[in-house]
């Protein structure tokens, strides 16, 4: 493999078994680690002259997926589940990093098939930084450290340009920021699949990223007859001159303009506040992401209509930041609890940081900024998510007004559905089951008889509706509402009865509870059976 970074290191394999690490200035061999047979596909040996081992086998057991040692092949922990083209480098901080491609993973990150990966080799963290379509594979060179990793991408369906099948970043030469922040686009390299594997760019990096070299066929065997394997070597000179694509300019949405104030700003400046700052306070279940191309490295994204994000800030102006993908949804925005826009927050390209909703022009004084989720999509959306990443809030040196009297946005107070396989829905204390067969809501239901076995689910709202499937061979359940208990149920019926209303608690506080259904592993004279069915839940904001 490549050289190690400081020039005098190599890490080889012996007779294709006896992995060790080479000194060229002391001609010194290090201690040999004898794979004994296993089948490996990869050695590299990282900036600080640690060694990895891409093992043929994918999984999370020892000498599968990729594996990292040190220099004397003592082995420290493994890095990923299953091998892919790769490179290794440091991160801007200075970090041994390894930027791999994860689609061979069959347990990616959230938000990250097909990408490329960026794992710290310390411990072995992962950080997504570009997310590409299925039909596109991927080979993958590092610099020594200068902040991003190139990549090509190759179609092996030879997909026509400007067609369906012609995705973003098809066949295409890019350098990868390392930070998240996205990629730039330098060439095509209009290679095509016209044999088995040489086709393909296989791209390289010289060590300072100035000097890109890769191989094309430039589809020369049918525009001139050439043989089926050739192909040409080609080499860019990086000068800064490409195009970056990641994070665009978006304004989301549709603006609004507020009630001009008293006394004129004569100084304007722009703070960011990340999704987790204090003054932003949140209703509902709202799920983390941890991407890299997050602003701060993270967001908080909800769907429920239930869920709010209200932002109380000081100044003239504001900007929703937030993530946009197929499977994004509508959200309300109020200014000051007055409705403002309805906000689509879809795209068909992944978009980081966008800019969702803006307003200025606002009294330099006090405001709160409210985003809820509808639960709805486009016709062109895939899901009703809407995330909240960060708010840029603009103030200035103007004459503080008495601040607005602020009201609550409305709430909705249409009932909505939580299945049992939601997130939303725990289990604990026994062994519960999956039953398909019944009629149940969404097509299944979970039932256990273990004493103790528990389903808690937790939403937000005023009342909740236990849904289930009662029959002959249904037993009790104890019902604890925000952790008391409320009620013994007796869930035997003769004839069975599907999605049936089990217990029902009305009369909340409107906030987030908790409703907790437990198996007492008992049952009534009539019934031959303890078990307790879990369906769904009917939430009342």
């Not at 304007?268 to 983390?288: C, F, K, M, V």
Request: net charge negative; with cysteine.
């Amino acid at each position: 493999m490549d050289i190690s970074q400081d020039g005098d290191h190599f890490v080889f394999a012996g007779d294709a078994r006896y992995v060790f690490v080479y000194e060229i200035s002391t001609d010194k061999k290090y201690a040999v680690f004898d794979t004994a047979g296993r089948a490996f596909d990869s050695l590299y040996v990282t900036p600080d002259n640690h060694v990895t081992i891409t093992w043929m086998q994918a999984g999370t057991a020892r000498y599968s997926g990729i594996e990292l040692f040190d220099i004397n092949m003592s082995f420290l922990r493994q890095v990923a589940h299953a091998g892919g083209h790769m490179d290794v480098t440091r991160d801007t901080n200075g970090d041994e990093v390894l930027v791999w491609t994860n689609s061979n993973d069959a347990t990616p990150i959230a938000n990250c098939n097909n990408g490329i990966v960026k794992i710290r080799l310390a411990d072995a963290r992962q950080t997504c930084l570009l997310q590409l379509d299925w039909n596109l594979a991927v080979h993958i060179s590092a610099p020594d450290g200068n902040g991003s990793v190139f990549v090509d991408t190759e179609a092996p369906a030879n997909p026509t340009p400007g067609g369906s099948g012609w995705v973003a970043y098809t066949n295409e030469l890019l350098q990868v920021k390392l930070d998240g922040s996205g990629a730039t686009r330098w060439a095509h390299h209009r290679s095509r699949p016209l044999n088995s594997y040489n086709w393909q760019p296989k791209l390289a990096i010289n060590r300072d990223g100035s000097r890109l070299l890769y191989s094309s066929d430039y589809d020369l065997q049918n525009i001139s007859g050439y043989t089926t394997e050739y192909g040409d070597t080609y080499m860019l000179v990086l000068d800064g001159s490409a195009t970056t694509t990641t994070p665009p300019p978006d304004t989301g949405g549709t603006g609004g303009t507020g009630t001009g104030g008293t006394g004129g700003t004569t100084t304007l400046t722009t703070s960011r506040l990340e999704q987790d700052n204090a003054a932003i306070q949140y209703t509902g279940t709202w799920y983390p992401n941890a991407g890299a191309f997050n602003s701060g490295s993270s967001a908080v994204m909800a769907m429920d209509p239930s869920n709010s994000a209200r932002l109380n800030f000081t100044g003239t102006g504001v900007k929703w930041i937030g993530y946009r993908d197929a499977w994004s949804g509508l959200a309300d925005v109020f200014v000051d609890g007055v409705l403002k826009a309805t906000v689509d927050t879809y795209s068909a390209n992944d978009t980081a940081q966008a800019v969702q909703y803006s307003i200025s022009d606002l009294t330099n004084a006090a405001h709160t900024l409210t985003i809820v989720p509808k639960g709805q999509h486009s016709t062109a959306s895939a899901g009703s998510w809407v995330w909240v990443d960060a708010f840029d809030v603009t103030s200035g040196s103007t004459t503080v007004v008495t601040p607005p009297v602020v009201t609550d946005p409305p709430v909705s107070t249409t009932p909505y559905r939580i299945e049992q396989s939601a997130a939303a829905v725990v289990y604990t204390g026994g062994t519960w089951s999956t039953n398909t067969t019944a009629p149940s809501s969404g097509g299944s239901s979970k039932l256990s008889m273990d004493p103790g076995a528990r389903a808690t689910v937790t939403f937000t709202g005023t009342a909740v509706n236990w849904i289930a499937y009662r029959d002959q061979w249904s037993g009790m359940a104890r019902v604890y509402v925000d952790g008391v208990l409320k009620s013994t149920v007796d869930t035997y019926n003769s004839p069975a009865r599907g999605q049936q209303v089990m217990y029902s608690a009305t009369g909340l506080t409107r906030g987030t509870h908790t409703l907790a259904i437990e198996v007492v592993g008992q049952h009534s004279k009539k019934s031959s059976g303890n078990w307790v069915w879990i369906d769904a839940f009917d939430v009342t904001p």
